[in-house]
């Protein structure tokens, strides 16, 4: 092929902007607005419809029939009543595997792979382990510390639904995270950790009305109110950290960067360090019992 045949091939190249299916979204979806419409079509056909960027762009042919079209159509009245993408498209993509979700769990946020990337850091390099995760949800945060941290994975979630979930997402890893439905206030388990990772509901429910609207209308309340007092779960993990983590074991949370100060007091007799997140918000909290 010569150079000029090459450089008509170039510009003669469609773009996205041409694809049917992707246009017919950009004009019907109408919850979201600017670039987020954008966005949100582009995620729905990845994940939808398996497709890739050089699909779109090549207007790859879907098999379009009746049924196809009338789940697409379905698709765009969720998407119009603002019930999130991940529960139309059932996945999310969590630090390197795309985990099954449904409105049984919180869909998987990027600061829990913050987290998570931490303390495999952290962790990389000590011996056998035995890890326990509290509020395992989709069991993102059990299954990736089981996959990259040679380590026994323990993941527990009040919610039967949640915990269905984590079984689904649990084939990815071969099963070999153990998923309990328990309550942490009645977990009892025949065994020490020497971590305990946690993730809880940390938002008072007091602050229910500044929650955005798609979250607060679909998204799991046991997953993300706390009603008592704020720091509840944070409480009763560091209790049953005292009887449960080994010496020299390391506790480590997901925070509401709003009630710094009072986790600060809660754990001031033991080694604790707060660590911010990409955009400056302390929302991790690492603490060590020894
Ligand atoms: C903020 S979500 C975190 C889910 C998941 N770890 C993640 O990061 O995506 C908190 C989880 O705690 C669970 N939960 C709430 N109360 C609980 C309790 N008393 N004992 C155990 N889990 C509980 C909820 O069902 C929910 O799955």
């Known amino acids: 092929m010569n150079f000029l045949c090459l450089f008509s091939i170039f510009i003669s190249m469609?773009?996205?902007?041409?694809?049917?299916?992707?246009?017919?979204?950009?004009?019907?979806?109408?919850?979201?607005?600017?670039?987020?419409?954008?966005?949100?079509?582009?995620?729905?056909?990845?994940?939808k419809f398996n497709?890739?960027?050089?699909d779109l762009i090549l207007n790859k042919k879907l098999e379009w029939n009746s049924k196809v079209k009338r789940s697409f159509y379905d698709d765009l009245d969720k998407i119009n009543n603002g019930v999130p993408i991940q529960y139309i498209t059932n996945s999310q993509f969590f630090y390197d595997e795309n985990f099954y979700v449904d409105n049984n769990v919180l869909i998987p946020r990027?600061?829990?792979?913050?987290?998570?990337?931490?303390?495999?850091?952290?962790?990389?390099?000590n011996k056998k382990k035995n890890i326990l995760d509290i509020g395992t949800g989709s069991g993102c945060i059990a299954i990736t510390l089981y996959k990259?941290?040679?380590?026994?994975?323990?993941g527990i979630d009040l919610s039967k639904g949640a915990i269905k979930i984590a079984n689904t997402n649990n084939r990815l890893v071969d099963n070999k995270v153990r998923f309990i439905s328990e309550?942490?206030?009645?977990?009892?388990?025949?065994?020490?950790?020497?971590?305990i990772v946690s993730s809880p509901p940390y938002i008072y429910s007091e602050d229910k009305n500044k929650v955005e609207s798609?979250?607060?209308?679909?998204?799991?309340?046991?997953?993300?109110?706390?009603?008592?007092?704020?720091?509840?779960?944070?409480?009763?993990?560091?209790?049953?950290?005292r009887r449960y983590l080994n010496q020299n074991g390391n506790i480590y949370f997901e925070i509401n960067d709003k009630y710094e100060s009072e986790l600060e007091l809660l754990f001031s007799e033991l080694e604790c360090k707060f660590i911010k997140d990409i955009y400056g918000k302390k929302r991790f909290l690492f603490v060590s019992i020894t």
Do not use: C, M
């Not at 497709?51 to 050089?54: D, E, G, K, P, R």
């Not at 990259?148 to 323990?154: C, D, E, R, S």
């Open 51 to 54: 497709l890739t960027n050089s």
């Open 214 to 241: 798609n979250v607060l209308n679909y998204e799991p309340h046991e997953a993300l109110f706390v009603s008592k007092d704020p720091l509840y779960f944070y409480k009763k993990i560091l209790k049953f950290s």
């Open 14 to 47: 469609p773009d996205i902007e041409s694809n049917s299916i992707y246009n017919e979204l950009l004009n019907k979806v109408n919850y979201y607005s600017g670039n987020d419409i954008k966005n949100i079509s582009l995620k729905y056909l990845y994940q």
């Open 148 to 154: 990259h941290l040679n380590a026994h994975v323990f």
């Open 183 to 195: 309550s942490i206030e009645e977990y009892t388990p025949e065994t020490k950790f020497d971590v």
């Open 110 to 125: 990027p600061e829990t792979e913050e987290l998570v990337s931490h303390i495999i850091k952290r962790e990389r390099d």
